[in-house]
């Protein structure tokens, strides 16, 4: 029998991506076995955060703050926006260091399937953030699946159509490939070597 705020625990931290009830409990046994110096400052790190996050209303990005500290870097270039499905691929993207511009947030990506339309993510703002002045340039960094790809189709049809320069990310990403998941080095060669879509489909040759 274990005590029912210790049996709760378990269940929030099965919750989370990666960790089962077993792991969760091997997670709360040693929480509690360090409480000093992991479980007190943990529970202090997670009542932090629960108070300070915010959803960035620029880009969709998480932080302390709103706008987020990428959108508020005035050294970062606002001609080139960069569209990612989520937070963890914009994270990925930060830490290559390779990209200097901002970002744009989706939200997940489209799916038929899944019922989610254009109006679900954050497609129209992006449209309406492409077409402002001084933007010179949309990268599409989305993942190689097929709602990814998708996506991808949609935003770059509609960005052309309105004569936005798009670019997508050069091959080497693996098919059904996330961006989260590929190594720094792979991922910001994927994005130096962007190649411009326009009229053409991306996955197209050429
Ligand atoms: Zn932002």
Redesign the pocket.
């Known amino acids: 029998m274990t005590a029912p705020e210790i049996e709760r625990l378990i269940n929030l931290l099965a919750k989370l991506p990666g960790l089962g009830p077993r792991s969760a409990r091997r997670a709360v046994l040693a929480l509690i076995r360090r409480r000093e110096a992991l479980l007190a400052p943990l529970a202090k790190a997670m009542a932090d955060v629960a108070d300070s996050v915010r959803t960035?209303?620029?880009?969709?990005?998480i932080?302390g703050r709103?706008?987020?500290?990428?959108?508020?870097d005035a050294r970062r270039d606002a001609s080139v926006i960069c569209v990612v499905e989520d937070v963890a691929d914009l994270w990925a993207l930060e830490r290559t260091g390779a990209f200097k511009g901002?970002?744009h947030v989706l939200g997940g990506t489209l799916s038929a399937l899944d019922g989610i339309g254009p109006e679900d993510l954050s497609i129209p703002a992006l449209i309406e953030r492409a077409g402002a002045d001084g933007v010179a340039e949309v990268i599409l960094a989305l993942g190689a699946t097929v709602d990814g790809q998708t996506t991808a189709h949609y935003i770059g049809d509609k960005l052309t159509d309105a004569g936005i320069a798009v670019s997508g990310l050069a091959h080497g990403i693996p098919v059904g490939g996330e961006l989260d998941y590929l190594d720094d080095g792979t991922l910001s060669a994927a994005l130096k070597a962007r190649r411009k879509l326009g009229g053409q489909r991306p996955g197209e040759s050429g």
Do not use: F, M
């Not at 709103?66 to 508020?72: E, I, K, Q, S």
């Open positions: 960035c209303s620029t880009c969709g990005n932080d709103d706008p987020c500290a990428l959108c508020a901002r970002y």
